[in-house]
């Protein structure tokens, strides 16, 4: 049971989660039938899914990454671990609460996305339009922030995506996006 985000909604969501399930294993069974009946003839058409695959296949695992933040009992920052660190570095005073915010205010549909960048030792927030464009090539996902109308319309209207947005925040458990970044940040250090 979420607070401010409706059952309904919730349901309605992950019905649409589940399309792109379906969807992405679709694009994989079509383009082998496709190639094994007429390879060359039907090129241009095995070429155009494949194009398509990466909005199925990140419309699904976006999603796993937003959902699974509202698993457990909302948790709040923790203080003075490593990813307030990264975070104090990079936006200053900002909170990424604050600044995940600023970057939500961008107009179209599609996500604010949190990396961790363990190589640079920093992070970095930037909007995906529609579920792969403008992704960050290679780096981890630490946080996923849903603003396609879909995500809150059953609930809210688009004047008040705010809404949403303050109760995404209040549903959000920080410790999986801590855990996420640690990980990253770990694996970086082998
Ligand atoms: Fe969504």
């Given at each position: 049971?979420?607070?401010?985000?409706?059952e309904?909604?919730?349901?309605?969501?992950?019905?649409l989660?589940?399309?792109?399930?379906?969807?992405?294993?679709?694009?994989?069974?079509?383009?082998?039938?496709l190639?094994?009946?007429?390879?060359?003839g039907?090129?241009?058409?095995?070429?155009?899914l494949r194009?398509?695959?990466?909005f199925?296949?990140?419309?699904?695992?976006?999603?796993?990454?937003?959902f699974?933040?509202?698993?457990?009992?909302?948790?709040?920052?923790?203080?003075g671990?490593?990813?307030?660190?990264?975070?104090?570095?990079?936006?200053?005073?900002?909170?990424?609460?604050?600044?995940?915010?600023?970057?939500?205010?961008?107009?179209?549909i599609?996500w604010?996305?949190?990396?961790?960048?363990?190589?640079?030792?920093t992070l970095?927030?930037?909007?995906?339009?529609?579920?792969?464009?403008?992704?960050?090539?290679?780096?981890?996902?630490?946080?996923?922030?849903?603003?396609?109308?879909?995500?809150?319309?059953?609930?809210?209207v688009?004047?008040?995506?705010?809404?949403?947005?303050?109760?995404?925040?209040?549903?959000?458990n920080w410790?999986?996006?801590?855990?996420?970044?640690?990980?990253?940040?770990k694996?970086?250090?082998?």
């Amino acid at each position: 049971m979420l607070e401010g985000i409706s059952e309904k909604q919730i349901a309605v969501h992950l019905a649409l989660y589940e399309g792109y399930v379906k969807h992405a294993n679709l694009i994989i069974e079509k383009i082998a039938a496709l190639k094994a009946s007429d390879a060359d003839g039907n090129a241009y058409i095995i070429a155009e899914l494949r194009r398509r695959f990466g909005f199925e296949f990140d419309g699904m695992r976006m999603h796993e990454y937003y959902f699974s933040q509202f698993e457990g009992d909302p948790a709040p920052r923790t203080a003075g671990d490593a990813l307030e660190k990264a975070v104090l570095q990079k936006y200053g005073d900002q909170s990424l609460e604050a600044h995940i915010r600023e970057v939500a205010g961008t107009r179209g549909i599609g996500w604010v996305v949190v990396y961790a960048d363990p190589s640079a030792g920093t992070l970095h927030t930037t909007f995906v339009a529609d579920h792969e464009l403008g992704q960050l090539a290679g780096l981890p996902i630490i946080l996923a922030l849903d603003l396609w109308e879909h995500a809150y319309m059953v609930d809210y209207v688009p004047a008040d995506k705010k809404i949403y947005i303050d109760a995404f925040f209040a549903n959000l458990n920080w410790s999986v996006v801590e855990k996420r970044f640690d990980e990253a940040t770990k694996i970086s250090a082998v």
